[in-house]
């Protein structure tokens, strides 16, 4: 079962266009956080979003946890090549003190130059 | 700077053999997690550790096994390797949850099973 839908799948978009992804869940989440992966490398922590509304900045990237704690949004403006990659959301969940993370499908996004 | 690694980058195994995929990390972490990552599922995990000696299973555990004897390593095992089991494997680590929230992620071990 995917606790996590993620959409896009797929982005493909010129540069200096704007684009969101979306990350939605039908539960709530202690916190919720997104990371990148680059080919041959593992996924890297972008941000952890943990107060419903939350609204966190990372240059040109724009995250927001909804209000209800289970769903979160990443907005790029004026996309750079260099942000192509993949993108995951992952739920929180804290299970014997340790923090169980429950992935999205992820979001392959290519920038064109 | 937190360093996971992964004892193999690409690995190609014959269906029914035992298979071994090995972990360690340099940051005196309590937690281990292995997941596998596939395609349109993203990630999904398998066991992970918050002590030496404990495991708890993941969200997908059949198949699979793990070892955690020292807290540095922790050991994913396939008795007997199925084609199902081609996968992108991936190792992470983390301090306990109320220290801090990231996981730190290896490289991955491309596994081919035939």
């Known amino acids: 079962t995917q606790l996590l839908e993620q959409s896009p799948q797929f982005l493909s978009i010129q540069e200096g266009e704007n684009l969101t992804v979306y990350c939605n869940s039908s539960s709530v989440f202690s916190s919720l956080q997104w990371y990148r992966q680059e080919p041959g490398e593992g996924p890297v922590l972008l941000v952890t979003?943990?107060?419903?509304?939350e609204v966190k900045k990372l240059k040109r990237l724009t995250f927001q946890f909804g209000d209800a704690r289970k769903d979160s949004s990443l907005h790029i403006t004026a996309a750079q090549p260099g942000d192509t990659g993949l993108y995951l959301c992952a739920g929180v969940k804290i299970i014997q003190g340790a923090q169980k993370l429950v992935f999205g499908q992820g979001t392959r996004l290519t920038i064109n130059p | 700077d937190v360093k996971v690694t992964q004892s193999s980058r690409y690995l190609v195994k014959r269906t029914g053999e035992k298979v071994f995929l090995e972990c360690v990390q340099d940051?005196?972490?309590?937690?281990m997690f292995w997941y596998r990552q596939d395609p349109g599922l993203g990630l999904r995990l398998i066991y992970f550790s918050y002590d030496v000696k404990m495991k708890e299973k993941g969200d997908i555990p059949e198949g699979y096994s793990v070892s955690r004897e020292k807290k540095e390593r922790f050991s994913l095992i396939l008795e007997s390797a199925s084609t199902n089991q081609t996968s992108m494997y991936l190792c992470?680590?983390?301090?306990?949850?109320?220290?801090?929230?990231?996981?730190?992620f290896g490289p991955g071990t491309r596994l081919t099973v035939l």
């Open positions: 940051m005196d972490h309590e937690n």
């Open positions: 992470a680590s983390s301090l306990p949850a109320r220290w801090a929230d990231t996981q730190y």
């Open positions: 979003v943990v107060t419903g509304g």
